[in-house]
């Protein structure tokens, strides 16, 4: 269940299908399960990702050397959905290889494999439009991104055909790197409220418990994915998990 308008600030995470294996991501969504996070991503790894930095782009790299793939991504999904159904998963992945499954197929199986949303950083919104109502009949929410440099009237476009929440980058530029959180980007996040009244989903540079408080209270859900993944790579999944309960404590105890 994606949050509501308004709703207090919630932590999205991440998984790398096939980062470290293909047997850890299941171990290793069952640590962010129990730190308390209920939005995951599944990120299809892909070998020319446009928007990720480095800690992801690397982590693609390994996971495709280990049997990471969008078919591998819907069979965890099957297992995790159903392990766990008060979290919410969404599928994150560039178009080509939801393009090579077949788009309307593709729809089929990730509504079946218990995947809630979908976010495809390179799929624009006329590409999209004709999928619509088949994604909107089997339950799959298309959660697409706007950025810094999204002209209003498309920021309005874009959030009509968004469903479940819509995806504010919050500055130009890949993943990882940190952002402020400063008048700019405050005057940017009113922007985009005028054209919609779905939750916002922030990312790209949400790295510190300060990022966490910095976002409380004006988006839904801060999307905290980077950083975990290093913490995953560095210190392995279990530790990863403790790192990111803490992470979700922060955000009660303030």
């Given at each position: 269940?994606?949050?509501?308008?308004?709703?207090?600030?919630?932590?999205?995470?991440h998984?790398?299908?096939?980062?470290?294996?293909?047997?850890?991501?299941?171990?290793?969504?069952?640590?962010?399960?129990?730190?308390?996070?209920?939005?995951?991503?599944?990120q299809?790894?892909?070998?020319?990702?446009?928007?990720?930095?480095?800690?992801?782009?690397?982590?693609?790299?390994?996971?495709?050397a280990?049997?990471?793939?969008?078919?591998?991504?819907?069979?965890?999904?099957?297992?995790?959905?159903?392990?766990?159904?008060?979290?919410?998963?969404?599928?994150?992945?560039?178009?080509?290889?939801?393009?090579?499954?077949?788009?309307?197929a593709?729809?089929?199986?990730?509504?079946?494999?218990?995947?809630?949303g979908?976010?495809?950083?390179?799929?624009?919104?006329e590409?999209?439009?004709?999928?619509?109502?088949?994604?909107?009949?089997?339950?799959?929410?298309?959660?697409?991104?706007?950025?810094?440099?999204?002209a209003?009237?498309?920021?309005?476009?874009?959030?009509?055909?968004?469903?479940?929440?819509?995806?504010?980058?919050?500055?130009?530029?890949?993943?990882?790197?940190?952002?402020?959180?400063?008048?700019?980007?405050?005057?940017?996040?009113?922007?985009?409220?005028?054209?919609?009244?779905?939750?916002?989903?922030?990312?790209?540079?949400?790295?510190?418990?300060e990022?966490?408080?910095?976002?409380?209270?004006?988006?839904?859900?801060?999307a905290?994915?980077?950083?975990?993944?290093?913490?995953?790579?560095?210190?392995?999944?279990?530790?990863?998990?403790?790192?990111?309960?803490?992470?979700?404590?922060?955000?009660?105890?303030?």
């Amino acid at each position: 269940m994606f949050p509501t308008s308004n709703e207090s600030l919630k932590v999205m995470s991440h998984c790398v299908v096939g980062f470290p294996s293909l047997e850890e991501n299941e171990h290793a969504i069952d640590g962010l399960v129990a730190a308390g996070i209920r939005l995951i991503e599944l990120q299809v790894p892909f070998s020319d990702p446009v928007a990720d930095g480095p800690v992801l782009v690397n982590a693609c790299v390994k996971a495709l050397a280990r049997g990471g793939s969008f078919e591998a991504t819907l069979a965890l999904a099957r297992k995790v959905s159903r392990r766990h159904p008060e979290v919410t998963f969404v599928l994150m992945s560039y178009l080509n290889p939801i393009y090579q499954y077949g788009i309307p197929a593709a729809i089929d199986e990730i509504a079946n494999a218990g995947i809630e949303g979908i976010i495809v950083p390179d799929w624009p919104v006329e590409a999209m439009r004709p999928h619509l109502p088949h994604m909107e009949k089997r339950g799959v929410a298309p959660i697409l991104m706007v950025t810094p440099n999204t002209a209003s009237t498309r920021i309005a476009e874009i959030a009509s055909a968004s469903r479940g929440m819509l995806y504010v980058v919050s500055r130009m530029g890949v993943t990882g790197s940190s952002t402020h959180w400063g008048e700019e980007f405050q005057i940017y996040i009113a922007r985009v409220k005028k054209h919609t009244n779905l939750p916002l989903a922030v990312g790209f540079g949400v790295r510190t418990r300060e990022d966490l408080q910095a976002l409380r209270g004006r988006v839904e859900v801060a999307a905290f994915c980077s950083q975990y993944i290093e913490w995953q790579a560095e210190l392995g999944s279990e530790r990863a998990a403790e790192r990111m309960a803490q992470v979700v404590q922060s955000i009660h105890a303030a």
